[in-house]
C-alpha cells in the first residue's frame, strides 16, 4: 500500500514479520502494546514525483519486490523513474534497487559518497552525493546529507527542501500496531513516546550505550536548528508530520535510556 504525505511524495510501506512475541512475554508490555495484535517494525519507501523528474529513496527488501514496483507503476501512471536513491547497503533499504533498475533501465542509480565499500548493490557504479548535493525534481528539490545517527559506514540523509520532510533512514524508527499501517503518527490510538522509539533504536542504533549521552543530545540540538523539518519521514516508522522537532526531542530522552537498559535484543 502507498500514501501521499504531500504532494508529489509518496509513502511506500512493508510491514515485515509480525514481532508481537517480543512484548506477550513480558510481564509489563508498554503502554502503547496492546495484548493480541499484530506488531510491526516497518520498511518503508518514498517515492517523489516531481515536475521535471521523479525519484525513488529506498527500495525495501527482497520481500516487497512485487509490490513494491506495482505501487512505482501505479504512482509514475505512465511516467519514467528518473533516480533510484539507495541510503546505504542494507537488505530493507537496497534490496530491491538491481530489480527497479532492470524495470526501468534509463533510471539513475544513487548512492551515498561517504565510506569506501561500495561494491553491495553496484553502488560503486552509482552517483555518489555527500553534503549539499541535490536534485533538482522541478517543483521539488532533494538535498542530501551526511548522517549522524547510523548503522553503517556507507550512509546518507535526505531532506526535501519545499516541504521541509527530512528523511532520517533508520534513525526515528519504531514498531506499530498493524492496524496503524500507513497512518501518521497524530492517526495512531496513542502518543508516539520514547517508550515506543526506544524499542527499536535499543536494537538497531544500541552504539548509543557506548556514547557520551550529553554530547549526543547537544548534536540533536543541532540537527533541530539545522533543518528545523516540517515532516519527518523515517525507513522504520510512520511519517511525522506535525510537531516533528518535538519528537527530536523525544530521541534526548530515549540515548539517555540507551546508556542505563543496553541492548534489548535483536531485531528477528
Not at 533504536?201 to 549521552?213: E, G, N, P, S, T
Not at 522504520?236 to 530521541?251: F, P, Q, T
Request: charged share 30%.
Amino acid at each position: 500500500m502507498a500514501r501521499e504525505i504531500s504532494p508529489g511524495i509518496h509513502w511506500i510501506q512493508e510491514l515485515g514479520p509480525d514481532r508481537r512475541d517480543h512484548f506477550e512475554m513480558r510481564d509489563d508490555p508498554p503502554s502503547w502494546y496492546r495484548r493480541g495484535n499484530t506488531v510491526h517494525i516497518p520498511q518503508c519507501a518514498y517515492l517523489l514525483v516531481g515536475s521535471d523528474e521523479t525519484l525513488l529513496f529506498d527500495t525495501l527488501s527482497p520481500a516487497s519486490t512485487e509490490k513494491l514496483k506495482d505501487e512505482v507503476s501505479d504512482i509514475l501512471n505512465d511516467r519514467s523513474l528518473d533516480y533510484v536513491v539507495v541510503s546505504h547497503p542494507d537488505i530493507p533499504h537496497a534490496g530491491n534497487a538491481v530489480e527497479i533498475l532492470r524495470e526501468y533501465p534509463r533510471a539513475e542509480l544513487v548512492g551515498p559518497g561517504y565510506g569506501n565499500d561500495h561494491e553491495l548493490y553496484h553502488l560503486d557504479d552509482a552517483l555518489q552525493v555527500t553534503e549539499g548535493d541535490a536534485i533538482d525534481l522541478g517543483d521539488l528539490v532533494v538535498e542530501f546529507h551526511e548522517a549522524t545517527f547510523l548503522d553503517a559506514p556507507v550512509f546518507v540523509w535526505m531532506t526535501e527542501r519545499t516541504t521541509g520532510t527530512l528523511f532520517t533512514v533508520d534513525w526515528m524508527g519504531f514498531p506499530h500496531l498493524s492496524e496503524d499501517e500507513l497512518n501518521f503518527v497524530d492517526e495512531v490510538h496513542h502518543d508516539v513516546e520514547a517508550d515506543q522509539l526506544l524499542e527499536f533504536h535499543a536494537r538497531v542504533l544500541f552504539w548509543h550505550k557506548y556514547v557520551d549521552v550529553e554530547k549526543v543530545q547537544r548534536e540533536i540540538d543541532n540537527l533541530i536548528e539545522k533543518y528545523d523539518p516540517s515532516m519527518i519521514a523515517p525507513a522504520h516508522g510512520l511519517v511525522i508530520r506535525k510537531d516533528a522537532v518535538e519528537y527530536m526531542e523525544e530521541m534526548k530522552d530515549v540515548v539517555a535510556r540507551i546508556q542505563q537498559t543496553g541492548r534489548l535484543g535483536i531485531i528477528g
